[in-house]
């Protein structure tokens, strides 16, 4: 059977092959939007986690649901831009945890991290990343360019290692890679280093 095509169906082929035909290149696209934004779910819980990534400093919100008690949004102030989020259970406990890359803004770009515990799917916890600047051992050689990723079981922080005289943009050194355990803290859950690699 022939389906007749109506008016208001070919106005709709005409807007369509429009938007499709060539570009006037005299107008600018418009911009990519600059902000972050992702939806990532474990184990029944979802975290959505946005960022604007418009100046240096930045606030990161994420927002659980599927939690018992607690699904109201978290805020915390990223100093830097979100490059990346993923979801674990490090500790293999049946509750997920959030991470959030952030990488500060200049040469250096300092990696950061802001991350959440969902407590037996309760409510959100905060989990700290001691500075690598606080261990003298781990700092040697660190002038940032870090990057963060869950390998299994950890938490894996890496970055190029600088010799004296090393330009920021030209470090001459291996890389270092620390690699987490995710453990219970006095207030909340602690990243403790329990690898650290050269390479």
């Not at 938007?19 to 474990?42: I, K, M, Q, V």
């Not at 990696?111 to 989990?127: H, P, R």
């Not at 700290?128 to 922080?157: I, N, R």
């Amino acid at each position: 059977m022939t389906r007749r095509i109506t008016g208001l169906a070919l106005l709709g082929l005409a807007f369509a092959f429009a938007a499709c035909g060539p570009r006037d290149e005299s107008r600018p696209a418009p911009p990519e939007p600059a902000g972050f934004a992702r939806t990532l779910e474990l184990q029944g819980i979802t975290f959505r986690v946005t960022c604007p990534n418009a100046s240096s400093l930045n606030k990161v919100t994420i927002t659980p649901s599927g939690l018992e008690i607690d699904n109201a949004p978290v805020e915390r102030e990223a100093d830097g831009t979100v490059v990346g989020a993923e979801v674990a259970d490090l500790n293999v406990d049946g509750s997920p945890e959030v991470y959030v890359y952030v990488q500060s803004a200049g040469s250096g770009s300092y990696g950061s991290l802001i991350a959440f515990s969902a407590n037996q799917k309760k409510s959100l916890s905060e989990i700290y990343l001691p500075p690598v600047a606080d261990d003298p051992k781990a700092s040697k050689g660190y002038m940032g360019h870090d990057e963060f990723a869950v390998v299994e079981s950890t938490l894996v922080q890496r970055f190029p290692l600088y010799a004296g005289g090393d330009t920021n943009t030209q470090p001459s050194g291996k890389w270092r890679q620390l690699q987490y355990k995710l453990a219970p803290g006095e207030a909340g859950w602690l990243l403790r280093v329990d690898k650290v690699v050269e390479y």
